[in-house]
């Protein structure tokens, strides 16, 4: 028995992120100002691939920049998979566009290349594929259908630092590309995010967007229209760089924490967790299993049993299209995102799990599965 609850997310600090946020309160000022930021920017392009990041307060605001930045506006229509976060299509309703939800891939549980395509229309102006849980979806086939229809792909990594796809860096698949750097993410400055593209005009645009209008280096408040406030703190900064020296440590340690889950509990019958194609390496942000549709459990009903135990937990993200948010809208949850939602959650994931804590919790997960007959 664990003497304390088993976190489902946190992050992993050391000496090293207390001293740059440190050294980043004491001297990011004046005319060192912004220096952290500069930094922590210059070594995320390199680190993902790219010619351009911009470091930013949440994801939120990178994918509002975005849409803003490609000029996607009023009575416009954006294409965004069922099963995501409601982050990733409230910048949508931002700009005056019309989120139009598809179904996903019952494997890789992002955006279905065929779904995508059915919902072209003529007032498509973008697709956002969300990189869900770590994995990712099959960027060959999206690309394909986007350049022949000229819709430009928004990338949502906010679950995937760390994870590639044929070799490249997730986020680097898009047009744009960004990222969350949430507290419950791999690599946290506590909130902030990153919008990252090779797209000269795509940068120009939102560094303008940003900072109210203002050209970059404007010293005279020259607003050239009405814009967004959307930086980053020095001390965020400085926490993001120390934790991007780590990534490969971070990132490891999502790894080996999922394949401890997958040893334990790989080959249960009723139930399937994150996949990692051959075209994928998966950084795993959050371990999930997903019951079939015989299995006589709720995600309610599996999270009320593990907290029970002292085992925080998550839903697998209920389709955006049934949530009231959206109601007005009138559309239906796609099929697959449905069934997912039914019988799933994220088990603890946090970075600082032992081996001793996930046996206990896979120990657990058994024990409800064996009362309820389906382990």
């Not at 009575?75 to 939800?101: K, L, M, N, Q, R």
């Not at 075209?279 to 009320?304: A, C, F, H, I």
Request: hydrophobic residues 45%; charged residues 20%; glycine residues 8%.
């Amino acid at each position: 028995m664990i003497d304390r609850r088993i976190p489902v997310a946190g992050p992993w600090m050391t000496e090293r992120e207390a001293r740059y946020a440190a050294d980043a309160a004491a001297n990011d000022w004046y005319s060192n100002a912004g220096a952290y930021a500069k930094k922590f920017e210059t070594a995320f392009a390199q680190f993902a691939g790219v010619n351009h990041a911009v470091s930013l307060p949440h994801c939120t605001s990178a994918i509002h920049l975005a849409l803003a930045a490609l000029g996607v506006g009023d009575g416009d229509e954006v294409i965004v998979p069922d099963a995501t976060w409601i982050a990733s299509a409230a910048p949508v309703s931002y700009v005056g566009a019309i989120p139009v939800f598809v179904d996903v891939d019952p494997i890789t549980w992002c955006v279905e290349k065929n779904a995508f395509e059915r919902a072209i229309s003529n007032r498509t102006k973008a697709v956002i594929a969300v990189d869900l849980y770590g994995s990712m979806p099959d960027f060959a086939a999206l690309r394909a259908v986007a350049d022949a229809a000229r819709i430009p792909i928004i990338e949502d990594a906010a679950e995937a630092l760390g994870s590639t796809y044929g070799g490249r860096p997730a986020g680097s698949l898009g047009d744009v590309g960004t990222f969350s750097f949430h507290g419950s993410k791999t690599l946290t400055t506590g909130e902030g995010g990153m919008l990252i593209t090779n797209r000269r005009d795509v940068f120009d645009r939102v560094m303008v967007l940003r900072d109210h209008g203002r050209v970059p280096g404007d010293r005279y408040f020259q607003n050239q229209e009405v814009a967004f406030k959307y930086k980053m703190s020095g001390v965020q900064a400085a926490l993001g760089l120390a934790q991007l020296e780590r990534v490969s440590e971070l990132v490891g340690k999502k790894r080996t924490i999922f394949s401890w889950y997958k040893a334990r509990l790989g080959n249960l019958e009723r139930f399937r967790m994150n996949a990692e194609s051959d075209m994928v390496q998966n950084s795993y942000w959050m371990v999930t299993v997903v019951g079939d549709e015989k299995v006589p459990l709720t995600t309610r009903q599996l999270m009320e049993a593990l907290d029970a135990k002292g085992i925080d937990s998550r839903p697998f993200f209920s389709p955006l299209s049934s949530l009231k948010a959206y109601a007005r809208q009138g559309q239906s949850p796609n099929p697959v995102a449905r069934a997912l939602a039914r019988c799933a959650v994220n088990l603890p994931s946090a970075l600082l799990l032992t081996e001793a804590d996930v046996d206990y919790v896979c120990a657990s997960l058994l024990k409800i599965f064996r009362e309820y007959g389906v382990a």
